[in-house]
């Protein structure tokens, strides 16, 4: 039984697809997501639609593109001028499908290893991400999802966790650290501005993953988010988003023996 991991698909379903046909898929294999299952790309309703199909088979994780779609679907937020999600809002069965994208969850373990979409910040262990996610996630299952989830954008978050931040400030940085977190200031504070590759960082930021004094070590990361790190596979990392929506390829690796399949994006 293998668990491929897919990085981000957003809404590339010709290269999901292709990519999934390529791989040696058995029964009982499991497949995991990395999040930002939608927008930008041109089919995220059947990006949603396949998804929720796979069943019991498939693990994912909510990623801040998909929590976007849940904060426009219920009036919190508004569609900016790139996003392709209206044949979702549209949809006959769009309640369903979000519904079902409500109920993934922030964050995925099994043993040592964890899903998240953007990464696991250094100030908490993992059992502590794992409690601030649930917390979280019951919020975005109730039926005032849009009130939490304008909640939880309300910016800017503080950039680092203190023992004395507790509730909705906790819950926001959370979120903040899993779905959009890329670089880090060495005491493990998040600088949300840079996007680009690590080698372009100001002197005194890391990647979160370098951040020295780090609880979740012992941990393997799977995400993805952050295209112009491109994959990388480290022994505590496994970092998917190679850009597929960019023009670049869709990976998913094996975890178990850290094989790769790439496909190039093939959506138009
Ligand atoms: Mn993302």
């Known amino acids: 039984m293998a668990i491929y991991a897919i990085g ?7 290269t999901l697809e292709a990519l999934i046909h390529a791989l040696p898929l058995q029964g009982g294999d499991r497949l995991w997501l990395a999040g930002d299952l939608v927008n930008r790309g041109p089919r995220s309703l059947d990006v949603l639609r396949w998804a929720k199909a796979q069943g019991e088979r498939l693990s994912c994780v909510l990623g801040n593109h998909d929590l976007h779609l ?7 937020r508004s569609l900016g001028k790139k996003d392709t999600l209206l044949p979702i809002l549209a949809a006959p069965d769009r309640d369903e499908l979000l519904d079902w994208l409500a109920h993934r969850p922030l964050l995925h373990r099994e043993g040592t290893r964890v899903l998240v979409h953007a990464g696991l910040p250094a100030w908490w ?9 649930r917390e979280i996630e019951d919020r975005l299952r109730s039926p005032r999802r849009g009130r939490h989830l304008a909640r939880l954008e ?13 509730g909705r400030a906790r819950r ?8 959009r977190m890329r670089a880090c200031r060495l005491d493990g504070s998040l600088e949300l501005a840079p996007k680009g590759p690590p080698a372009s960082f100001a002197p005194g930021l890391v990647p979160w993953f370098h951040v020295p004094e780090r609880r979740w070590r012992g941990t393997t990361v799977v995400c993805g988010h952050w295209a112009a790190l491109g994959l990388v596979l480290e022994p505590e990392l496994c970092a998917l988003d190679s850009g597929c929506v960019w023009g670049q390829q869709l990976t998913a690796v094996r975890l178990e023996d850290g094989r790769v399949w790439q496909q190039r994006r093939i959506d138009p």
């Open 8 to 14: 981000d698909i957003q809404g590339c379903y010709a």
């Open 70 to 76: 849940l904060g426009v679907a219920c009036g919190e």
């Open 125 to 133: 262990s993992v059992e502590e991400c794992e409690a601030v996610a």
């Open 154 to 166: 309300m910016l800017p978050v503080p950039p680092l966790w203190t023992p004395a931040m507790k």
């Open 172 to 179: 926001a940085l959370a979120v903040a650290a899993f779905t």
